[in-house]
């Protein structure tokens, strides 16, 4: 089943990237159950650690992913989350839902600062940081010289900006499209619907131009699981 096959992935040991991973296991009453687990990572380039979750069976209704565990997700995805909901609740056909989930993923709304964000990039930890140095230097104004002042107040600067660009970058990775200009953002759009009966209709929008207006192209398959 779903499960054991995430249980035993779990007891792997290899240290795979970050990943998110939900099965879905066919009910007796035609709906599906979802089964979630998101492996443990360790940044050595920030220090940082994204901690594992699951196996958990997910409970029904709306849940939402990213690039975080489940359980602390960030804005844009609760954002999503309840947007989503709200549009199921509608009771729209499959035309009209599948039209909705694509402006929904199409959605450039910041939502930002985001401290779950800043927390897994280390964005938090450096921001303690430079502000616990910047009181040390109040509190020790004689240490040395003005040369050493000089250095610290140079390093200082450097954090700060670094700082600054890191949470600027943030701040544009925070909507649920992502449009960098044409050096970074969201490439592809995928929509998986599977009703009662066990029909699929999948579609996958692939953005080809990174300019305003952005031109898609669009790929829909239909199916039946067995």
């Not at 290899?14 to 009910?27: A, D, G, I, R």
């Not at 004689?142 to 600067?157: E, F, I, R, V």
Request: charged share 25%; proline share 4%; net charge negative.
């Amino acid at each position: 089943t779903s499960l054991e096959y995430i249980k035993t992935l779990s007891k792997n040991g290899k240290m795979y990237s970050p990943f998110n991973l939900c099965l879905f296991e066919p009910q007796n009453n035609g709906a599906y159950e979802a089964v979630y687990y998101k492996n443990q990572f360790e940044n050595k380039e920030t220090g940082t650690c994204i901690p594992g979750e699951g196996p958990n069976v997910l409970p029904p209704g709306v849940s939402g992913f990213g690039n975080h565990a489940i359980s602390t997700p960030f804005r844009k995805t609760i954002y999503g989350i309840d947007e989503f909901r709200s549009k199921i609740e509608k009771g729209l056909g499959l035309e009209e839902l599948q039209s909705e989930a694509v402006q929904l993923l199409s959605n450039k709304q910041e939502h930002h600062p985001d401290t779950q964000m800043q927390k897994q990039s280390g964005v938090l930890d450096k921001m303690r940081t430079n502000n616990d140095s910047q009181k040390e230097s109040f509190e020790h104004p004689d240490d040395d010289a003005s040369k050493q002042l000089s250095d610290q107040g140079t390093l200082q600067l450097n954090e700060k900006t670094e700082l600054e660009f890191t949470l600027k970058k943030e701040q544009l990775l925070s909507s649920i499209f992502v449009d960098i200009g044409e050096k970074y953002g969201t490439r592809m759009q995928t929509l998986i619907f599977v009703d009662y009966d066990h029909e699929v209709h999948f579609v996958e929008r692939t953005r080809i131009s990174y300019k305003v207006p952005f031109e898609w192209t669009t790929k829909s398959v239909k199916f039946q699981f067995e």
